[in-house]
């Protein structure tokens, strides 16, 4: 937890579902996520004692299996991890539940080459990254329960980890969020700026489309990313607090996913704004788009294509209350129920035993 994204922001919601218990985590950056998860209530691993951790946590990318193995969790009865890879491969006491949110099946399971130059790691690291990949296959028979958020990644847990999920889609604070009147004339993505994630497309598309990009994030792509805006209308913002969010989704013509996405929280938090998103038509944005309804979607993953759907969207077409409507169906009140229900259920089978 040391930095800000759409997965920390839905693991907030499991430290508000258990409020007495103790959250472990391999780093903590209070400064990034301290009003999230509370500083007295996180317990971190060797990790958090390296040189240089907030910076280069992703050059420790092999220690990770092991700082989570390592941690001692044999005084509890019950596991809740939320992990987008390592979180899952914790090692409980014989007869614990352990229940697992997974926000994607890893990234360099699935997808190795792209993982191995995004992050500009050589040729030399593929071989640390197929290792990395074995682990997590076995990390992910561990856990007595899998859920994931998606259908989308359910799909890719059967498929890669040979095991079946439940489906609770993540939760959206739409109470963060009021319902604005689109009358900036640019377009928004709000995004870690991560190469899969594909800002460059949208840059590129906004500059063909001859329309205002504004984009807010950071992460490692943002030095190649500016330099490829250079000499159009892209405006960068960094890290922006949430009333600075809602107020730039808000007057947005419409947020732009231009990336496959595992689930994707922006087109529910755009519409909690009362905006529409355009979003690359696979992935995610097949369960969080109703299209026509809160956004469009285009279907082949170039600058052409996304270049074409801006010119042709209308945001005339589209009522803030329905976009706000479908938002609703996603408050965080829902998810910790539903989510409460899937763990005492899962105790209950574990008794029965």
């Known amino acids: 937890?040391?930095?800000?994204?759409?997965?920390?922001?839905?693991?907030?919601?499991?430290?508000?579902?258990?409020?007495?218990?103790?959250?472990?985590?391999?780093?903590?950056?209070?400064?990034?996520?301290?009003?999230?998860?509370?500083?007295?209530?996180?317990?971190?691993?060797?990790?958090?004692r390296f040189p240089l951790r907030q910076k280069l946590f992703r050059a420790y990318a092999p220690?990770?299996?092991?700082?989570?193995?390592?941690?001692?969790?044999?005084?509890y009865d019950l596991i809740v991890s939320s992990t987008t890879a390592w979180a899952k491969g914790v090692r409980v006491r014989p007869g614990a539940v352990h229940v697992s949110y997974l926000n994607t099946v890893s990234r360099f399971v699935f997808d190795a080459a792209r993982y191995v130059g995004g992050f500009g790691l050589g040729a030399l690291a593929r071989p640390l990254v197929r290792g990395l990949a074995a682990w997590d296959v076995r990390a992910a028979q561990r856990p007595t329960r899998l859920i994931a958020n998606s259908r989308n990644v359910a799909q890719?847990?059967?498929?890669?980890?040979?095991?079946?999920?439940?489906?609770?889609?993540?939760?959206?604070?739409?109470?963060?969020?009021?319902?604005?009147?689109?009358?900036?004339?640019?377009?928004?993505?709000?995004?870690?700026?991560?190469?899969?994630?594909?800002?460059?497309?949208?840059?590129?598309?906004?500059?063909?489309?001859?329309?205002?990009?504004?984009?807010?994030?950071?992460?490692?792509?943002?030095?190649?990313?500016k330099k490829l805006a250079a000499g159009?209308?892209?405006?960068?913002?960094?890290?922006?607090?949430?009333?600075?969010r809602n107020a730039l989704v808000g007057a947005a013509r419409a947020a732009i996913v231009p990336g496959e996405e595992d689930f994707g929280l922006v087109p529910l938090e755009a519409a909690a704004a009362g905006r529409p998103t355009i979003a690359y038509g696979a992935g995610g944005a097949l369960e969080t788009i109703d299209e026509g309804v809160t956004g469009e979607l285009f279907r082949i993953p170039d600058a052409r294509a996304l270049a074409l759907a801006i010119t042709a969207f209308d945001p005339a077409r589209y009522d803030a209350a329905k976009l706000r409507a479908h938002a609703e169906q996603f408050r965080p009140e829902r998810f910790v129920e539903k989510l409460r229900a899937i763990v005492g259920e899962t105790l209950a089978d574990r008794a029965r035993r």
């Not at 800000?4 to 990034?32: I, K, M, N, Q, S």
């Not at 220690?63 to 005084?75: G, K, N, V």
Request: proline share 6%.
């Open 1 to 48: 937890m040391n930095q800000r994204g759409g997965a920390e922001r839905v693991f907030a919601h499991f430290v508000r579902a258990w409020p007495d218990a103790p959250v472990y985590t391999a780093l903590y950056d209070e400064r990034a996520v301290g009003d999230l998860v509370p500083r007295a209530r996180v317990r971190t691993t060797f990790l958090q």
């Open 63 to 75: 220690l990770y299996p092991r700082a989570f193995e390592a941690l001692d969790l044999s005084a």
């Open 156 to 225: 890719r847990v059967q498929r890669w980890y040979g095991r079946e999920a439940d489906v609770l889609p993540c939760p959206v604070d739409v109470d963060r969020f009021s319902v604005g009147r689109g009358e900036g004339d640019y377009f928004v993505v709000v995004s870690r700026l991560l190469p899969y994630k594909r800002i460059d497309l949208a840059i590129e598309a906004c500059a063909a489309a001859g329309v205002a990009l504004h984009v807010a994030g950071t992460g490692p792509d943002a030095s190649r990313l």
């Open 232 to 244: 159009t209308r892209t405006t960068f913002h960094g890290a922006i607090d949430d009333a600075a």
